[in-house]
């Protein structure tokens, strides 16, 4: 029983349609910016212990500024991460309300760790700025007292973003979880624990996808910041320059080029309940995504064209869009059967409200199919549709879910065409769906 399954009411047709937009949004806000959270932070942490190591200040500088320049203020880091990520927990809880499915929680523990890592990282931060208010004043002589108070620090600081990191990816892990499991009905009962997660092979399929974006998006964040946004950070300061744009060209190119693997995974493991054609047009715009700007980033290297770098680190935005359009595609499509079941409890919630329920008899059931269904359906003999003894039996019993293919049919059997939507109101199709079944099963 999930606690949120009392807070939502089940979303109707059209509100499903509201809800996906707002999910592309909150997700295309969301995951970005953790991606370059994530990745600023590990790649502060690389730099800084980098130059601890060698003595080499140059190090410590950007290990400095990638953190300051990549991680926004406090308040605009709310409001792009957590508020979002509210609100996709929020839209799942709808979506899925009623369905026996851990997606739910494991966001919602996700949520509070990303919050948790949050403060680590914006501490790991102040830790930093701190460390160098302290240098710039111990000019000459440094007494014991501060030469203990900045060791100090600098323990803090990196012990904040080691532990930072690793909360934002368990975070993200569960985030993950939940979002894969939430497109294949086929597992949602199967598998309800995280132990479970941690050996289903597609979690880590698409948690190596969001790592390879992490790294795509941190270093096109780089590119972009360093060098075109305001005019660069250290115009000038060559040795500087090279070296973090070297990095950082490489990091958003492995980070691209390993992509196609996951689109390939991705869509070759389709389940057919998950494709449409949607999903294979949105997958074919991410591999041309990838193939633009590994180009863009392969001229930047060799002809140093910098000024690419806002079109790449737009580009990859564009490819992040295209790859949540998909998988969102691919959970409509998966939870379809779901989706109908919700809406038809959402148009009978409704006709409630209104007072206009109207009461079906098994006797109109009968009625339904001579007038509506007969045409097309016999019980034992195959006319423009499927015997129902054939076919009805597949049901095993399962009133609900017949009745939801006849308020709503989809594509079954690719001997026969598509069935008509009849028109039938929620209660007709569970009446007719009542004595279809009832007749099937006296035969
Ligand atoms: C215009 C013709 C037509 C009408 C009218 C029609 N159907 Fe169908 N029906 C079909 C066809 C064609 C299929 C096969 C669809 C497929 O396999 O994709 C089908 C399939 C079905 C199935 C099998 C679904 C499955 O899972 O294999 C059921 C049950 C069914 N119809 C019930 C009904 C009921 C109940 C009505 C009346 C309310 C009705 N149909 C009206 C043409 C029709």
Not at 38 to 62: D, E, H, M, V
Request: a positive charge; proline letters at 4%.
């Amino acid at each position: 029983m999930n606690i949120f399954d009392q807070f939502v009411i089940p979303p109707s047709q059209e509100h499903v349609g509201l809800l996906t937009v707002m999910q592309i949004i909150s997700l295309l806000t969301f995951l970005p910016f953790a991606g370059i959270m994530l990745g600023a932070s590990s790649f502060s942490l690389f730099f800084n212990s980098k130059g601890k190591r060698s003595g080499n200040p140059l190090y410590t500088q950007i290990a400095k500024d990638i953190i300051d320049k990549l991680i926004v203020g406090k308040a605009a880091g709310f409001a792009l991460s957590v508020l979002p990520m509210i609100s996709i927990v929020l839209v799942y809880a709808q979506m899925l309300n009623g369905a026996k499915v851990i997606t739910v929680s494991m966001l919602f523990l996700s949520l509070i760790l990303f919050i948790v890592g949050y403060v680590f990282i914006y501490n790991y931060k102040s830790a930093f700025q701190f460390e160098h208010i302290l240098n710039a004043a111990k000019k000459d002589e440094v007494s014991d007292e501060v030469k203990s108070y900045e060791n100090k620090i600098v323990y803090m600081g990196a012990r904040y973003g080691t532990w930072g990191i690793f909360v934002l990816l368990v975070s993200m892990f569960l985030f993950t979880s939940g979002v894969t499991l939430a497109s294949k009905p086929g597992i949602w009962n199967s598998v309800d624990n995280i132990l479970k997660l941690i050996i289903t092979p597609s979690i880590w399929v698409n948690f190596a996808y969001f790592l390879s974006s992490s790294a795509a998006i941190t270093g096109g964040a780089i590119l972009y910041f360093f060098f075109v946004w305001q005019g660069g950070v250290r115009p000038g300061y060559t040795e500087y320059n090279e070296a973090i744009k070297k990095f950082s060209i490489i990091t958003a190119l492995v980070g691209v080029l390993v992509q196609p693997l996951f689109i390939f995974a991705n869509v070759l493991f389709l389940k057919a309940a998950n494709a449409s054609s949607g999903v294979y047009v949105f997958a074919g715009l991410s591999l041309l995504a990838v193939l633009i700007i590994s180009n863009l980033l392969y001229h930047i290297y060799k002809n140093s064209e910098i000024n690419f770098s806002g079109i790449v680190f737009f580009l990859i935005f564009v490819l992040f869009a295209f790859t949540i359009i998909k998988d969102q595609l691919m959970f409509r499509n998966a939870a379809r059967e779901h989706l109908i079941v919700l809406n038809m409890k959402a148009e009978e919630l409704a006709q409630e409200k209104s007072g206009s329920i109207v009461q079906v008899s098994a006797a109109d059931g009968e009625k339904i199919y001579s007038e509506k269904c007969i045409a097309c359906h016999r019980f034992d003999q195959k006319v423009v549709g499927p015997p129902y003894q054939e076919t009805v039996p597949k049901y095993s019993g399962d009133l609900k879910k017949l009745a939801g293919f006849i308020y709503n049919p989809q594509k079954v059997n690719p001997d026969y065409p598509a069935m008509p939507n009849q028109g039938l109101k929620q209660k007709e199709a569970e009446a007719v769906a009542k004595y279809i079944m009832d007749k099937v099963g006296k035969k």
